[in-house]
């Protein structure tokens, strides 16, 4: 079921990934369940890394090398395990996330949604 993303540094990515769990003989326990557990799993340890920092301090949390370290670390794990799962699952990532994008623009036009946190009540917000 797998695809073949169109970006090159996505589809890089995508083989290298391929290329580790088959090597590791991994790819029988990357099953889509695994994989969304491992996903938010590391999306938990990112939100560890900002948890209890204010708002500013997120912002500048870059500013700091152990703690950007960190974050970025986390980030590298959460992009492994969401390029995993899709590929896994045959799900062309940048696609999905570009629809998803174009829905978004729909149910949030500028003119009523500029300078707003408000989510869309629409019936099919998501």
């Known amino acids: ?10 589809a890089d990515l995508v083989h290298r990934l391929r290329r580790f ?7 029988r326990f990357h099953t889509p369940k695994n994989l969304s557990m491992a996903l938010a799993g590391e999306v938990g340890e990112l939100l560890a890394e900002l948890q209890w920092l204010t708002p500013e301090e997120s912002v500048r949390v870059m500013t700091d ?5 960190r974050v970025r670390a986390e980030i590298g794990d ?6 995993r799962l899709s590929d896994v699952l045959g799900i062309d990532l940048v696609a999905a996330a570009t629809e998803k994008l174009s829905d978004a ?3 949030y036009p500028v003119e009523q949604s500029y ?8 019936a099919d917000s998501g």
């Open 115 to 122: 300078g707003s946190a408000a989510k869309a009540l629409t």
């Open 21 to 27: 769990a088959d090597e590791r003989d991994w790819q």
């Open 1 to 10: 079921m797998q695809h073949e993303p169109n970006d090159s540094g996505l």
């Open 105 to 107: 623009a729909r149910r």
């Open 65 to 69: 090398p152990e703690h950007a370290a």
């Open 78 to 83: 959460v992009m492994i395990y969401l390029v």
